[in-house]
């Protein structure tokens, strides 16, 4: 059995209970665990076991490794009457769809531009930021 840092959320409402592990240092989630409130009423005051409830469980590929994120500027390409347009979400899908085709092997780009320091002049040009990710086994460090 394999062992990871891990968090631990626990959160309610009046339509149930969500209970999240994520593993720390890969800062994906290792499963979601899904009760209404009488199930876990009873699972807190009760002590059953072997409750049945919806787990979500995503594919095991980062689970017990460790994330690995920088950013990367670039120039935005040449598309003319956008650039004058400073912030608008047009600017976003260009730069979206421009990390996607230019994103460095290897490593896989977040497509959040809607931060104050996404965009930004220098020498007269648009420039973006974006955060690349990736995820390596501990032992590569």
Do not use: H
Request: contains cysteine; negative net charge.
């Amino acid at each position: 059995m394999k062992t990871i840092k891990g968090n631990i959320s626990i959160l309610g409402d009046e339509d149930g209970v969500e209970i999240e592990v994520r593993d720390k240092d890969a800062a994906v989630s290792v499963c979601k665990v899904f009760l209404t409130p009488e199930q876990f009423c009873q699972a807190a005051l009760g002590r059953l076991v072997r409750l049945e409830c919806d787990v979500q469980i995503p594919p095991p590929g980062r689970v017990g490794m460790v994330r690995e994120a920088r950013d990367y500027e670039f120039k935005m390409p040449d598309k003319g009457e956008w650039q004058n347009r400073f912030g608008t979400t047009l600017q976003e899908e260009v730069a979206s769809k421009f990390i996607e085709a230019n994103c460095p092997d290897g490593w896989k780009p977040s497509l959040y531009f809607g931060s104050k320091d996404s965009f930004f002049w220098k020498d007269g040009e648009l420039g973006a930021r974006a955060t690349l990710m990736r995820w390596k086994d501990r032992d590569e460090q």
